[in-house]
């Protein structure tokens, strides 16, 4: 089990890192639409969607670790900081569907926000990331 769990951190910090590192390249590819640098933005285009298959293998490998570490302890979700922490993960999932939409958004060139937007945008994975380990490490229920 102890490898299973090992596996399933890995994955999570390879996602959690293309997590925080995608709404950074929605920063820099508004500020070189903003310049007119048609160059940048088509290779921004490029990195987020290599950013992305990475960030959703990250995403599929740690659920299906996390799956494998609950079949080999199902006692855990009689607990109630397992339950919560999944209902963390799936706000998780929500955010990386909404990054995927963003990622079309300007593969087609339809963005509509600016860079403070995804400044603010870039903080929801924090706040996740705080809620889920201090609930694995804690189990303050």
């Known amino acids: 089990m102890l490898w299973l769990k090992a596996f399933h951190v890995v994955f999570m910090v390879t996602w959690f890192a293309a997590l925080f ?29 290599k950013l992305f298959i990475m960030m959703t293998l990250g995403a599929v490998l740690t659920t299906l670790f996390g799956t494998a570490t609950l079949i080999a302890a199902p006692w855990w979700m009689s607990s109630l900081w397992l339950p919560l922490k999944l209902a963390l993960v799936l706000l998780l999932y929500a955010y990386h569907y909404w990054c995927w939409r963003l990622v079309l958004a300007f593969r087609e060139d339809r963005n509509q926000h600016g860079d403070r937007w995804y400044r603010w ?12 380990v201090v609930l694995v490490i804690v189990k303050p229920f």
């Open 21 to 49: 590192y995608l709404p950074r390249l929605f920063v820099y590819h508004v500020a070189a639409l903003a310049a007119g640098d048609a160059t940048g933005s088509a290779r921004f285009k490029v990195m987020e969607r």
């Open 121 to 132: 945008f870039n903080e929801a994975p924090s706040a996740l990331l705080l809620g889920i």
